[in-house]
């Protein structure tokens, strides 16, 4: 369980707060008055600068060897640290945001050195990508696609509830919350058209994924084993995966999603580590048939994690809820996705990351995309600011939150937006 669920920091934090003491996420970020990329926690409406915390000898488990880990422009040399230096880090932490510490707490000086208020600082991308997977492992999201475009009878292809489907993507256009999605232009195929067309997507859309890092990878050939793909796993973060459905449809047969998907992957910036979710695990869902040996799993190895969709068009004030999901909805859970990712001998890298695939639960307040949630663009939504929605449109925002809420405790990821812009 979690260490520091019973305590509170001297930082003012509110119940609201997707950063409490009991959460502590990394991320990367600069200051006006010091534009130097370094590591930073989230407490409260402040970020703790963990460089100049380093600075000024507040961290015992630091090896001199190691001194500048928190003044890097990635969270990757600490991801690599292991489970072990990352729960005394962890600690450490905790201990020095204490009510009862007076350290921090007392001395002006180093406070204003060590604390700086949210807003004024620039979050940048918590980590250098190497390799990004897309997995499709929602079981209704894969459900909805098939009946669309197969028929109920043929919904889900052969192999998956066998194994857990995915992609390589891009690593290089994954870009951090609030980066700007300029509209991709490709090849499309309406049906009753004898050939091909170029330009911008007409069927620009959302998907609602969670994200994981690897901390620590696997030598080539050596597969990582479904019982400890936990200590691999350093953290997670909201993901939208853009998707242009005109330009995938066209084609996505026979290898899958290629332009569709490769034009923009946007994160959020605060890596929630897995120490603050153990408090939300629960049972993965029942898999029929049973899954292969290498990919059974035991124990609670699901998360209960909220997730709500907004849209902002140009004409409103306010973001309005169009969508809200769940991460319990998986079928396939990151561990089973890990194993089954490396049982060639794939080896797998710090920061490399992961993704979910569309998140959708089984009723339609809760499908992951547009693809779904106005059925094809048959069934457009109806916005509380007027008009529908079948498709993203140039000027629209979409903000994804994430958090989980427990016992009056509440672990939260922030947020990851993104706003389109015309097709250059």
Known sequence: MNDNIKRKSFIDVSKDSDFPIENLPYGIFYTKENNSLRVGTAIGEYVLDLAAADRNGLFKNIS?????IFSSKSLNRFMSMGKTFHREIRKEISDLLDENNSILRDDDKLRSECLIHQNDVTMCMPVEIGDYTDFYSSKDHAT???IMFRGKENAL????LHLPVAYHGRASSVVISGTEIIRPKGQTKADDAESPSFGPSRLLDFELEMGFFIGTGNNLGEPINIDNASDHIFGMVLVNDWSARDIQKWEYVPLGPFLAKNFATSISPWVVTMEALEPFRIKSEIQDPAPLPYLKSSGNN?????LDVLLKTPSSQNAEIISRSNFKYMYWDMYQQLAHHTVTGCNMRTGDLLASGTISGPEKGTY?????????GEEPIKLTSGGELKFLRDGDELIIKGYCEKDGLRIGFGEVT???LPAK
């Not at 001199?64 to 500048?68: N, W």
């Open 157 to 160: 292809m052969p192999n998956w």
């Open 64 to 68: 001199p060897a190691d001194k500048e």
């Open 302 to 306: 699901s998360y209960d994690i909220k």
């Open 368 to 376: 992951g995309s547009l693809l779904e949630l106005s059925w094809r």
């Open 144 to 146: 909805n696609v098939g």
């Open 418 to 420: 993104g706003k389109i």
